[in-house]
């Protein structure tokens, strides 16, 4: 697990990890710790001490990144298999004996599942809701949990401990979007991922609207980096909301220049709205929520804060050029 500040749900992410139905000998949980300014250290302590069977080991993680706190617990690892948890999840009592299963009778190199997005509060609840829709984020988790199927990436992970020797670690340049990029890189080396709903875990989703926008904020602006590394493994769907946004500016500024222009900017703004509302009610009925009068303003939150995030990317690192300096890959591989 790479964290930081994580005292909220640590404790229950913790726990969902020591209560596995795996032989206990056999697991190591290491915890690297982005030098936590709140309580996380010492709620990982006390859920400890309630629970000796299980080694649980924090490492400083004083990169502050989960990229390199991820690394680090690679490397301070012992296990033939490596499996990644999260600060904010939950996993399922059988997590970890899937993963080593699937991983074993299935050849692939990377297994895992997709999320099942929670939601703390009103405001929390509705971005659950929104994050599973396609309209959403790109993908319509739902339809998903019942498969099994080869596919770009998964939520969290497992690995033979081989794989990372050869292919690499996490890039530590990745501030976001470091697995995105870990998986681009594993496919392009032949590596195959493999989904299941067998894998089951539940996600912590953020509980408030500004929270919502920095988090897709940066992950439209490191996006473009990953896009810049691995050009030929990006969707279509993933213009999408920069296309968008982009449109929306330009023609929001040309609208004094004639009336095609306002024109095109109200037809626009008028189409996103109708699509907006209708796929939010479609949504909201078909999970009887409740918070469905807030699904407008959380999918329009999703949208601009992607899309803003990928033009400032676009802006950073192919306009000006600036990025950090690559090399972290090559140790793992004894380059």
Known sequence: MAVRNEEQHIA????????????TDRLQVLVADGMSTDRTRDVIKDVQSSQHRISVKIIDNRALTASAGLNLAVKNSGGEVVIRADGKCELAPDYIRNCVDLLKESGADNVGGWRRPLGEGFVGRAIATAITSAFGVGGDQSARHLRRQWTDTVYLGAWRRKTFEQVG?????????QDDEFNYRLRKAGGRILASGTIRSSYFSRPSIAELWHQYYNFGF????????????????????????????????L?????????????????????NLAV??????????????????????????????????????????????QGINAEMRGG
């Not at 609208?255 to 699509?275: A, E, H, Q």
């Open 12 to 23: 229950r992410s913790l726990r969902s990890i020591l209560a596995q139905n795996y032989p």
């Open 169 to 177: 670690l996490f890039d530590e340049e990745m501030v976001r979007n």
């Open 222 to 253: 490191w996006k473009v980096r990953v896009l810049q590394k691995h050009p030929r493994q990006m969707r279509w769907r993933q213009f999408v909301p920069p296309t968008f946004v982009c449109a929306l500016v330009l023609l929001a500024l």
């Open 255 to 275: 609208t004094p220049v004639s009336n095609w222009f306002r024109l095109s900017f109200l037809c626009l703004v008028g189409v996103y709205i109708f699509i």
């Open 280 to 325: 939010s009610v479609f949504t909201g009925v078909r999970s009887r929520s409740r918070e469905v009068v807030l699904l407008p303003v959380v999918f329009l939150t999703l949208h601009l804060s992607y899309g803003s995030g990928f033009l400032m990317g676009v802006t950073r690192f192919m306009v000006f050029g600036d990025y950090p300096n």
